[in-house]
């Protein structure tokens, strides 16, 4: 090798790293913002950075007294730091990422997504930037930096071959190969013993029928974004905090984010089938135990949050997308395609006032009405921040729980994919 090392020869140490992610009060950090390992002999700096986006996608609760700062101005500070230090080598570890235009796992034509700025945005001393977030496989060069991204569920590994110049420190060749898993070799027989120990254990849990469905309920998008899975989980929460001892709740209204898979008639293969719908099915689904909480809203507010759907961190403009609630049965309205994205959730114009109705009746903007989320969203997850200005709060049953119980008061007829008539798309 000479006077070059491979990064490849050493066994890593993991730990937590987060440099953008700061006490709002003391302004340090959270974890260690990077690490220098050696390689025999060359120094290499390892930034971690968390999503800068991460409060808006979690319970703002559990990241209560922390800033998420800019990455790459995050990136840019340290910089004179780590050469302080006599670090020339940088690789950036960013939990953000893009969507390349055609799916190429070693090209990246096309590629959209926060990824691109905030890499642009990067002092040029950075030598490589290992990325995330979309699930989606590339590897680029943005303004002469190399960008990778694996695959999703580990179909796709990002192979690196990087080396360093002992004697200047800088990198000296950097190839790098996004490689499809061969699902053809042999189970680790320690971590199949496992598996098979912890799915045992749990297969009474899992494989308890609760309800039935009488055909598939999916997370199957029409053109106004909404589904029938997601309606029949809003339709068990209003259920869950209907009545005035559990919450009064008149509507309620689930996250598509939070629906993590489909219920279909023939099962998942673990319970069974035919309509049969398991504990474990359930669980799914909904896997984040987040429980219902009831709050009130004015009309006003409702319409707001109704907005918020469609602007700001949810808009395309951002980076995002539409992320549209889906509500219980008799919550009606309709949004406007062309006027949806705006930058500003203040400029928002994308709802019809006039559609929306509850119950037949016209939303009236000075009433107040009792709203059922799960706790993520009270808390203005997602972007929802009118949600956490809801009043009167009120905590209810987990949101398995309340799933689990609208199956079961069905009886053994079994609930049916609900109609997608709730939320109406104009051009």
Not at 189 to 204: F, G, N, Q, V
Not at 268 to 281: I, Q
Not at 293 to 298: D, G, N, P, Y
Not at 383 to 407: H, I, P, S
């Amino acid at each position: 090798m000479g006077a070059s090392t491979a990064m490849g020869s050493a066994v890593p140490t993991f730990g937590f790293l987060a440099a953008n992610v700061v006490d709002r009060e003391t302004r340090e950090p959270l974890f260690d913002p990077y690490r220098i390992q050696k390689f025999n002999g060359a120094k290499v700096a390892f930034i971690g950075m968390t999503l800068e986006g991460t409060p808006t996608i979690v319970s703002p609760a559990g990241v209560a007294g922390y800033d998420f700062l800019d990455e790459a101005d995050t990136v840019n500070a340290l910089v004179p730091e780590l050469r302080r230090r006599g670090v020339e080598a940088i690789v950036v570890l960013i939990h953000e990422g893009g969507s390349p235009a055609t799916f190429a796992p070693n090209g990246c034509a096309g590629i959209s997504g926060p990824i691109a700025d905030i890499v642009e945005r990067m002092d040029d001393e950075v030598d490589l930037v290992i990325s995330g977030h979309t699930h989606q496989p590339y590897s680029c060069v943005i303004d002469g930096t190399p960008v990778t991204s694996a695959y999703s569920f580990g179909r796709i590994v990002t192979d690196i071959d990087m080396r360093v110049d002992r004697r200047t420190g800088d990198v000296s060749s950097l190839t790098i190969n996004n490689r499809t898993v061969d699902r053809t070799v042999s189970p680790d027989p320690t971590i199949t013993a496992l598996i098979s120990r912890y799915r045992a254990l749990a297969a009474p849990i899992a494989n308890r029928p609760i309800g039935r469905i009488t055909a598939d309920v999916t997370r199957v998008n029409d053109t106004s974004r909404e589904q029938a899975l997601g309606n029949a989980i809003a339709d068990a929460q209003l259920l869950a905090t209907a009545a005035p001892g559990l919450g009064g709740a008149d509507v309620a209204f689930m996250n598509p984010g939070g629906v993590r898979a489909d219920l279909t008639h023939a099962g998942s293969g673990v319970g069974e089938g035919g309509g049969v719908v398991t504990y474990g099915e359930a669980f799914t689904v909904q896997p984040f135990g987040n429980s219902l909480v009831t709050l009130t809203l004015t009309g006003a507010q409702i319409e707001r949050m109704l907005e918020e759907q469609l602007c700001g961190i949810n808009s395309p403009v951002n980076g995002g997308f539409h992320r549209v609630l889906l509500p219980s049965a008799g919550f009606i309205y309709t949004w406007r395609l062309s006027a949806a994205g705006a930058a500003s959730c203040d400029a928002a114009d994308a709802i019809d006032p006039a559609s929306i109705t509850l119950g037949g009746l016209p939303l009236d903007a000075a009433a107040s009405y009792r709203v059922t989320v799960n706790s993520f969203l009270a808390d203005g997850g997602d972007g929802f921040a009118t949600l956490a200005k809801g009043t009167g709060r009120l905590g209810g049953a987990v949101d398995t729980d309340a799933f689990e119980a609208y199956l079961v008061a069905a009886g053994s007829s079994g609930i049916s994919p609900p109609l997608l008539d709730r939320i109406n798309v104009l051009p």
